[in-house]
């Protein structure tokens, strides 16, 4: 076995484990960690489980969030100074980015927000070119647009 730069079992000792002349035993371990994995019923079920609790635990974030606008939030009229679709969802949702303004008590606020918007949601706004929002009267840079809440 030489150390200084030749081969020590196999492997070349000036070069990484993870060279392209190791690729071979790296897929092959790879594969092996992945059958252990998947085909282990205590895997799978701890990995459901674990998705299952971040997926409430970021309902319950949301919720959280949009409970502490309409708590302590002051509702008020936007008007809508430039908006650009940036996306859609499967469901028909547009995903806008808006820029919007309005009055504090104290000075006139421009944010830029985004969102998705239902067809009705659309529909409401673009009626006044408005929106309703809430903001946090400590930070109004942090709004949370409610356009269901316009008639």
Known sequence: ????????????????????????????????????????????ISLIFIVCIGILLYCYHTGVVHDKFKKEGVRTEAKILSKEKIGASGTGNTRFRMVVEFTTKNETVTVTTKRYFTPEDLIKIMRNNTVVLYYLPQDPQQVLLMPGEME
């Open 1 to 44: 076995m030489k150390v200084g730069g030749c081969k020590a079992n196999g492997f070349s000792v000036s070069q990484p484990f993870w060279t392209v002349k190791n690729t071979n035993y790296i897929v092959l371990i790879i594969l092996t960690m992945a059958a252990i994995v998947f085909y282990s019923p205590v895997f799978t």
